[in-house]
């Protein structure tokens, strides 16, 4: 029997604007990268978390929209733990790849660094997320040309019926260049949202 | 629930361009791994398995130019072509094309290669299979570290049992590249010998590459068949780059994985296990293995025959598993000696005919990440 999903939070992060459940949540006044956004967030917010800054850009991203997710969930701690990771984006860790190519692309001057390529993989910010939490579910990263609400719902619908979850933090993150955007929602089989295509597409566009 | 199968399968790797022809190999414990002096590479002698590209030239012709294409590409083509010639299932609407990779057409990214840095965008490497075989829905591709081969097994599996699909392709597949030679050399992860997994002398990982590929089908195959009965894939919660100490991830996977699947530890004949030869993930392994009763259960690791081939390694692990089921025979854990984990297990140290009936294929990767897929022989 196939289960209703419903969505209980969702986070768009981009152009330096959160948006928390369709209402603005934060907007710098500034302009700045992405680096320098990712550090005003995480002030804004009040974070605590000096890994933070450790972390490649398509972390910090992943970092901060499941952040502002799980902090607006009302999940107990104990459903936390248990929340399936299934993100999805385009440019995988490539941001991160191209500056370890820099380190080994002259052979007179080849420095490659573990902190750089120990980010060469898009799950790691899963990865941060779960350390951060005491996250133990189930994980998975997928990439698409574009962002796949439908195959997404596929997956979340098979971890429910699987009961391998009871909520999964689905999403979008992509850091490419100077271009990101984050979409991340959570799906369960009770919430205020519904959970398909039209719904999704509206809020991740913004419109 | 709906019940998934797997009906075909081909390897792609130094050892062979078929299933069997890697099997006979492991048969006989003949390795892929040898030593490299490539400059272009690594500026250190290094040992690898890498596939002869003039060989793999070879036997893309009756594909295509061999120019037109990147090494991964032609390992996954010819792989994938085995498999959909086997398969005898019909590519339709209702036909899924999965990829695993961890870093795709990487080598692209540097100026000097001939491709464009596109190709480096792993939807561009999806696109280039999925156009080559016709395939009509949109490509998925796992990128999920070192489990990303045997994640895709468990992807496939429970996209079918949604009823979304009624067939799904995988093909899996990596290359040995100076991007992650260079890596991992910098992490000082690389084993100055082939790697010797398990063993007390272990010092690291030997990187491979290797293309593999798998129908998996709701369509119960005439005759003996294999069926994935259970899968969990969990997260250590622990550290990025370093496995959990207490082996947490990836003993929730297999109780995950064991409780879907209704198996006990004793009613597992066989465990393909990760074993990189790090001293740490080896050591975790052991002990979340211990955790879950499987001490005694015959278990090897393929790397000592290939090397870490990443992307690809669960699923072409996985085939040799299958392989296993088929024949009845157990293959060796190439470079073991003498056990250097603190925790029993039972390491193949002979290829030897038992009964094999139900394994257990794992995988564990950075970022914290665990799978934990159950296989069953069904005799016909």
Redesign the interface.
Known sequence: M?KSTYIQTFCLIENNTVVLNGKELFASKLSPSFSAFAKELYRELGFRYPKFFKMDHLSKLTFLAAEVLLQNSGLSETDK?QIA?VLSN???S?DT??K??E???D?EN?Y???SI??Y?????G???V??R?????????????EF?PA?LK??A???L??Q?AKHILCGWVDVDKEAYKAFVYLVSEEGTFPNDDAFINKNYTNN | ?QEVYITADAIVSPLGFSSEENIRCITEEQSAITLHKN?ALL?SHFFAGIIDEAELNMAFQSLGNPEGYTKLEKMMLLSLQKTILDATVEISDKTALLIST???N?ET???KNPFSEEL????AL??RIKSFFGFAQ?P??????CVSGI?AVA?AK??L??G?YENVFIVAGDTVS??TL??????QAISDTPCKPYSKTRNGITLGEAAASVCVTTKKPNGNCIQIIGN??????????GPSRTG??LY?SIQ?AMK?AEVGATEIDFISAHGTATTFNDEMEAIAFNRAHLETVPLHSVKGYYGHTLGASGLLEAIVGFHSMKKNILYTSLGMDELGVSQPINIIKEVSQQNVTTFLKTAS?????NTAVIFRKIAH
Request: aromatic share 10%; net charge neutral.
């Open positions: 196939k733990k990771i385009k440019s995988a490539l790849d191209r370890h190519q380190t080994i692309q052979p080849c490659p660094s573990p390529f120990v060469t993989l898009p799950n790691i899963t990865g941060e779960c350390i939490h005491g996250i133990q579910g189930e994980n998975a990263f997928f990439v698409f040309s796949n195959f596929t997956y619908t098979s971890l019926q699987l391998k | 629930m400059t500026p961890t870093k795709g990487i990214l540097d100026p480096a965008y792993l939807p999806a696109y949109e998925i591709i796992v990128s999920n570290a994640l992807v429970q996209l049992q949604t979304c100076k991007f260079s890596g991992f050399s910098a992490f969990g894939s969990c997260n250590d919660a622990n550290h990025i780059s947490e991830g929730r995950s879907e990767g950075f970022g914290g990440c």
